[in-house]
T-cell receptor, first 110, second 115 residues
Framework: QQPVQSPQAVILREGEDAVINCSSSKALYSVHWYRQKHGEAPVFLMILLKGGEQKGHEKISASFNEKKQQSSLYLTASQLSYSGTYFCGTSDTGRRALTFGSGTRLQVQP | DGGITQSPKYLFRKEGQNVTLSCEQNLNHDAMYWYRQDPGQGLRLIYYSQIVNDFQKGDIAEGYSVSREKKESFPLTVTSAQKNPTAFYLC??????????????FGEGSWLTVV
């Protein structure tokens, strides 16, 4: 079953923060976050394994709540380059492939 | 350079034709995947393969076929049975299956349009 992402879209001004959520009804092994620019392939941002660890990459970080089967992506002090569509991909022990959410479209304006 | 190469980048298909999309990787990855993306939508899994000569159906396998005769190659054939094939097709690979904690990396994608 496809994970649910929220919000579907968000518009920010440069320097503002955003949170993107991803939730699943299945017990997850890992959550993977990607960013896709229009017409291009998704680019890997980070992976979170079960255990509730939080990871960071410059001003982008993420958390994984194993009990709730939820992950959140945190974008702080957003830059124009952060614009794009963000996807979460989830992996459970039943299938060795990622199932992706429908995406969150993020637009950062000057 | 190591990576995933998809070809062609753009492909036009006439009604009733079969077409094959190529995907080659030189990352020495065991697992390979095909996803379909419709405009403004997410990625949906067509087929995946964990090892040579073995593959599994994904969520939307009807009208598609694949083969995995070599580790580095995973071609996708869009058959005439696929009634609405116009989409962006993405090939991906990972060291092993994603349940092992490995993430997947994508090729540049192929745009298929029915004319």
């Amino acid at each position: 079953q496809q994970p649910v992402q929220s919000p579907q879209a968000v518009i920010l001004r440069e320097g503002e923060d955003a949170v993107i959520n991803c939730s699943s009804s299945k017990a997850l092994y890992s959550v993977h976050w990607y960013r896709q620019k229009h017409g291009e392939a998704p680019v890997f941002l980070m992976i979170l394994l079960k255990g509730g660890e939080q990871k960071g990459h410059e001003k982008i970080s993420a958390s994984f709540n194993e009990k709730k089967q939820q992950s959140s992506l945190y974008l702080t002090a957003s830059q124009l380059s952060y614009s794009g569509t963000y996807f979460c991909g989830t992996s459970d022990t039943g299938r060795r492939a990622l199932t992706f959410g429908s995406g969150t479209r993020l637009q950062v304006q000057p | 350079d190591g990576g995933i190469t998809q070809s062609p980048k753009y492909l036009f298909r006439k009604e009733g034709q079969n077409v094959t999309l190529s995907c080659e990787q030189n990352l020495n990855h065991d697992a390979m995947y095909w996803y379909r993306q419709d405009p403004g939508q997410g990625l949906r899994l067509i087929y995946y393969s964990q090892i040579v000569n073995d593959f599994q159906k994904g969520d939307i396998a009807e009208g598609y076929s694949v083969s995995r005769e070599k580790k580095e190659s995973f071609p996708l054939t869009v058959t005439s049975a696929q009634k609405n094939p116009t989409a962006f097709y993405l090939c991906a690979s990972s060291m092993t299956g994603t349940s092992s904690g490995n993430t997947i990396y994508f090729g540049e994608g192929s745009w298929l349009t029915v004319v």
